[in-house]
């Protein structure tokens, strides 16, 4: 029974957008599977990891039978990617057996049954429901996701909060070492539309959900809509979904974090404090990534040493009249803010030794981000 028939780019680009999650090592060996529906001429691919799950739809059937198998991701991927662009590639399914053909090229997988494939059970309703454009989410995303931490015993740190309320959505990541927060408004203006039942909605979106939508919107003004439920989240865009369980647990008070008082502030060009950080990072090790921070009148010093004695100085010209001040931080930090930012100009705020220091950009009137000091 023949399943589909397209271009290979046509079945490889679905394939690849839904296998990001797929476990190579897996206890239940389904899991490594892709699940293919075909109903009609609409074929849906279906990949899970327990916890979460992307279904791509496209337009490639042949024939009007309704079928589901599940085979191989990897395999099927890989041989996608061997195959010329060029012929038709048909896929069909025979005795528990996948045939995958191009011209004179053939290979057969093995299938296991649909009906064992684990599908994510979804929400039985969604009380909160938002639309905006790929490009607004995507940079909303792309202002804040590196603060979030990757394995931290304090589960709820690895994921990035979204906070719903009538007229705002804001995104907040943190590692306990640094945090990042930016915010946007609904309006007709801005096209983000924002319903929910509830004056405000805090929600915890793993990791992994958020790192695989980034593979996947574009900055188009193309629509992704995300709906919310007390235990789920699922974002539809183009023609993709994901469904994702939320992370329980309590978030930092974000907003407890957020310095409000500093009284030193300096304007500085973002290409040219990166440029000094990275090449005072060369002098680090990755036991220790520290870079002090020498601020006084009209200069700030940008500096590192290591075990072997070795040193790193980088003097900045700005505009500051006050107090001197010594401040240390992991150089890390402040490199992914500065790389991730793509304004011209970042303001840094400090006040002293030990408090906390604050990034903001005038492009970005609504970021922020927050980064704890270290000894030096």
């Not at 009007?64 to 010329?84: C, Q």
């Amino acid at each position: 029974m023949i399943l589909i028939k397209a271009q290979r780019d046509a079945l490889l680009r679905p394939l690849q957008m839904v296998s990001g999650i797929v476990e190579r090592r897996h206890t239940l060996p389904i899991l490594s599977n892709v699940l293919i529906q075909k109903k009609g001429a609409v074929v849906s691919l279906i990949s899970t990891d327990i916890e979460m799950q992307i279904t791509s739809f496209s337009e490639m059937g042949s024939g009007s039978e309704d079928v589901a198998t599940t085979v191989s991701a990897r395999k099927l991927l890989d041989i996608l990617r061997s195959l010329p662009n060029e012929n038709e590639v048909t896929v069909s399914l025979a005795n528990r057996k996948m045939s995958i053909a191009q011209g004179k090229s053939r290979f057969q997988l093995q299938t296991l049954a649909a009906e064992e494939f684990p599908t994510v059970a979804q929400a039985p309703e969604f009380p909160a429901h938002v639309t905006l454009s790929q490009k607004q989410f995507k940079q909303l995303l792309h202002l804040v996701h590196f603060a979030m931490a990757q394995q931290d015993i304090r589960y709820y740190l690895n994921g990035l909060l979204l906070v719903i309320e009538a007229n705002e959505l804001k995104a907040v990541a943190t590692d306990g070492h640094r945090l990042a927060y930016c915010a946007i408004a609904a309006s007709e203006e801005s096209g983000i539309h924002i319903q929910t039942q509830a004056e405000r909605l805090e929600v915890i979106v793993p990791r992994k959900a958020i790192m695989e939508l980034q593979k996947l919107l574009n900055d188009s003004p193309d629509v992704i809509s995300i709906d919310l439920a007390t235990n789920q989240v699922r974002f539809k865009l183009n023609s993709v979904e994901i469904i994702s369980k939320l992370i329980e647990g309590k978030f930092p008070d974000y907003q407890r974090v957020i310095p409000k008082g500093h009284t030193k502030h300096l304007m500085l060009s973002r290409e040219v404090l990166l440029g000094a950080l990275q090449r005072a990072a060369i002098l680090t090790t990755d036991k220790f990534k520290g870079v002090r921070l020498s601020l006084s009148n009209d200069v700030l010093k940008v500096s590192s040493t290591n075990a072997e004695q070795e040193e790193a100085l980088e003097e900045l010209e700005v505009a500051y009249q006050g107090e001197p001040l010594d401040i240390g931080f992991n150089v890390q930090y402040l490199l992914d803010v500065l790389t991730n930012l793509k304004n011209a100009d970042v303001q840094l705020s400090l006040q002293d030794p030990t408090s906390s220091a604050l990034i903001t950009t005038p492009a970005e009137p609504e970021f922020r981000y927050v980064v704890m000091p270290m000894r030096i």
